[in-house]
């Protein structure tokens, strides 16, 4: 399996849900990140876990929580989100941290956020 | 800030013609890669070069960095409509967490 699976495709969600994405990937990577993507512009990096641990948290608002319950599944729980939160969101994994890693990115979930 | 910045920003050409990219950056790296990405969807890797390295072929692709003038390029031979997407940099500053350039969306008309 060489692939990164990510769910749902869409979401809707007001700005008072609660709601979550979720990633899965069966490829032995230990590392795992979220990326936002707004349109016309670059993936930006939100989290990276490394061996299940939060590694990198680059400075995101905590209505947005990461969750790695194990190595194969990642999770961003959303809550009180706001209009201008709605992107592309990525989940990508990757062998580990550090030496020329590639990472290999699921299909995204688009979030509409009303 | 060790973020690529791709040129052009879009570029349009016909089938069989060839594409270039580029991409400069401002910090020095241990590789640099490339990732296209269809309408939408998530980003395919495509090609690493390292910082010791100046050229890299990959099938229709060739990619070459010059760390001196901190950039790079993406050369896509004999286009074809499929390679339509967009085409991002990407630096590895030696923690393996990427930092994207802008983009460079490609149009290849049949």
Same mark, same amino acid.
């Given at each position: 399996?060489?692939?990164? #699976?990510?769910?749902? $495709?869409?979401?809707?969600? &007001?700005? +008072?849900?609660? $709601?979550?994405?979720?990633?899965?990937?069966?490829? &032995?990577?230990?590392?795992?990140?979220?990326?936002? @993507?707004?349109?016309? $512009?670059?993936?930006?990096?939100?989290? %990276?876990y490394?061996?299940?641990?939060?590694?990198?948290?680059?400075? %995101?608002? *905590?209505?947005? *929580?990461?969750?790695?319950?194990?190595?194969?599944?990642?999770?961003?729980?959303?809550?009180?989100?706001?209009?201008?939160?709605?992107?592309?969101?990525?989940?990508a994994?990757? $062998? !580990?941290? !550090?030496?020329?890693n590639?990472?290999?990115? !699921?299909?995204?979930?688009?979030?509409?956020?009303? | 800030?060790?973020? !690529? /910045?791709?040129?052009?920003?879009?570029?349009?050409?016909?089938?069989? /013609?060839?594409?270039?990219?580029?991409?400069?950056?401002?910090t020095?790296?241990?590789?640099? @890669?490339?990732?296209? @990405?269809?309408?939408?969807?998530?980003?395919? =890797?495509?090609?690493?070069?390292?910082s010791?390295?100046? /050229?890299? =072929?990959?099938?229709?692709?060739?990619? #070459?960095?010059? +760390?001196?003038?901190?950039?790079?390029?993406?050369?896509? #031979?004999?286009?074809?409509?499929?390679?339509?997407?967009?085409?991002?940099?990407? #630096?590895?500053?030696?923690?393996?967490?990427?930092?994207?350039?802008?983009?460079?969306?490609?149009?290849?008309?049949?």
């Amino acid at each position: 399996d060489t692939e990164v #699976t990510q769910t749902p $495709k869409h979401l809707v969600m &007001g700005m +008072t849900n609660k $709601k979550s994405l979720k990633c899965e990937q069966h490829m &032995g990577h230990r590392a795992m990140y979220w990326y936002k @993507q707004k349109a016309k $512009k670059p993936p930006e990096l939100m989290f %990276v876990y490394s061996y299940e641990k939060l590694s990198i948290n680059e400075s %995101v608002p *905590s209505r947005f *929580s990461p969750e790695c319950p194990n190595s194969s599944l990642l999770n961003l729980h959303l809550h009180a989100l706001q209009p201008e939160d709605s992107a592309l969101y990525l989940c990508a994994s990757s $062998k !580990g941290l !550090g030496g020329a890693n590639v990472l290999t990115f !699921g299909a995204g979930s688009r979030l509409t956020v009303l | 800030s060790q973020q !690529g /910045e791709e040129d052009p920003q879009a570029l349009s050409i016909q089938e069989g /013609e060839n594409a270039t990219m580029n991409c400069s950056y401002k910090t020095s790296i241990n590789n640099l @890669q490339w990732y296209r @990405q269809n309408s939408g969807r998530g980003l395919v =890797h495509l090609i690493l070069i390292r910082s010791n390295e100046r /050229e890299k =072929h990959s099938g229709r692709l060739r990619v #070459t960095l010059d +760390t001196s003038k901190k950039s790079s390029s993406l050369l896509i #031979t004999a286009s074809r409509a499929a390679d339509t997407a967009s085409y991002f940099c990407a #630096t590895d500053g030696g923690y393996s967490t990427l930092t994207f350039g802008k983009g460079t969306m490609l149009l290849v008309s049949p």
